[in-house]
C-alpha cells in the first residue's frame, strides 16, 4: 500500500503551479471558447476559491488523452482558482508513486468493489460546494471520437441538484495518449482547444441512460466545434484526426471492438474462483 498523507489544498496548489510552470517551459498554447458558460462565483482570495453550499458543480470532461484533465483544470483555475476534485480509480490510488499524489489532491477514489461509498462522498462534496471533474466516458477513447458515457455523472448531477458542465478538450491528445510516446516536438507551442458547453440542470428522477447519451451528444458536438477552429491544419492520415474526417485513427466499429475485449480482460484478470 502506498503512502496516503492527509489532503492538502496549498499540496493541491503546488500541483496546480507546476503544471503552469511546464506549459510555460513548453509554450503550450491554451484556446478556450464558451467561458461564459462557467460557473459563478470568485476566488476568495488569491490562492483559493470559495467553497460554499449550492456553488458546486459536475464538471464532464472528455478523454482523448492522459493530459486533458489538466487543461479542463488550468481553465477552472484562471476563472475563479476553482479545484477539480476528480473520481480516480483505485488501481491509480494503489501506484506507489501516484498513489501519494491522489491522496495529498484530495481526490475521490473509487474502490474495486461497491463504488457506493465513492458515489456518496462525491455527492457530499458536490452539496458542500466542490466542483466534481468526471471522465465520463471511463477510458481514453482511441477513435477520438467521445464513447458511450457512464451515468455516474449525471446521477451525481441530478442528486445533489448542481448544474452539469460539459467540457470538450481537443488537442491534448496530440501531447500525449494511449499508444503514443511523449516527443518533444509535439509538445513545443502545440494547441490545446477546450470548449465549456453550457450547464445542464438535472432534476431528480431523470432518465440516467437517456441523459448519459444525451451528454454524449453534447460532447461531440464540443469536440466538432474545437476541430473546426483548430490551428493546427491536418493531413489525409494523421494518426490525431478521426477516421470519418479522413484521419488514421481507428474506425467506432474497431473502436468498440477493441473496448470490448480490453473490458473482458479485466474482467478476467479481477474475477476470483470459487469452490
Known amino acids: 500500500m502506498p503512502w496516503t498523507p492527509a489532503a492538502s489544498d496549498r499540496f493541491y496548489r503546488l500541483l496546480v503551479r507546476t503544471v503552469l510552470f511546464l506549459r510555460w517551459l513548453f509554450g503550450i498554447r491554451l484556446l478556450v471558447t464558451g467561458q461564459d458558460n462557467l460557473p459563478d462565483g470568485s476566488a476568495g482570495n488569491r490562492t483559493a476559491r470559495t467553497v460554499s453550499p449550492g456553488s458546486g458543480a459536475v464538471v464532464a470532461i472528455t478523454h482523448f488523452g492522459y493530459l486533458d484533465f489538466a487543461a479542463a483544470e488550468l481553465v477552472f483555475w484562471a476563472h475563479n482558482r476553482g479545484q477539480l476534485r476528480f473520481l480516480i480509480h483505485q488501481g491509480a490510488a494503489d501506484h506507489w508513486l501516484a498513489g ?3 491522496s495529498a489532491a484530495g481526490q475521490v477514489v473509487v474502490g474495486y468493489g461497491s463504488r457506493t461509498a465513492a458515489y456518496d462522498a462525491a455527492v457530499a462534496r458536490l452539496r ?3 466542483y466534481l471533474a468526471v471522465m465520463p ?6 477513435s477520438f471520437k467521445v464513447r458511450e458515457c457512464k451515468t455516474g455523472a449525471v446521477r451525481m448531477a441530478a442528486e445533489a441538484r448542481v448544474p452539469l458542465i460539459p467540457v470538450s478538450v481537443w488537442g491534448a491528445h496530440r501531447i500525449l495518449t494511449r499508444g503514443n510516446g511523449l516527443p518533444l ?3 513545443r507551442r502545440a494547441p490545446v482547444r477546450v470548449h465549456i458547453g453550457e450547464p445542464v440542470q438535472l432534476a431528480v428522477g431523470i432518465d440516467p441512460e437517456k441523459e448519459a447519451a444525451r451528454l454524449r451528444t453534447t460532447l ?6 474545437a476541430i473546426a477552429s483548430f490551428p493546427v491544419a491536418a493531413r489525409r492520415g494523421d494518426w490525431w484526426m478521426p477516421a470519418d474526417l479522413g484521419g488514421g485513427a481507428i474506425s467506432e466499429t474497431e473502436r468498440q471492438r477493441l473496448d470490448a475485449a480490453d473490458l473482458a480482460r479485466d474482467r478476467r484478470r479481477t474475477s476470483h474462483p470459487t469452490v
Open 220 to 225: 461531440q458536438a464540443g469536440i466538432d466545434a
Open 128 to 130: 458542500a460546494g466542490e
Open 100 to 102: 501519494p499524489f491522489i
Open 137 to 142: 466516458e471511463a477510458g481514453v477513447s482511441r
Open 185 to 187: 516536438h509535439r509538445i
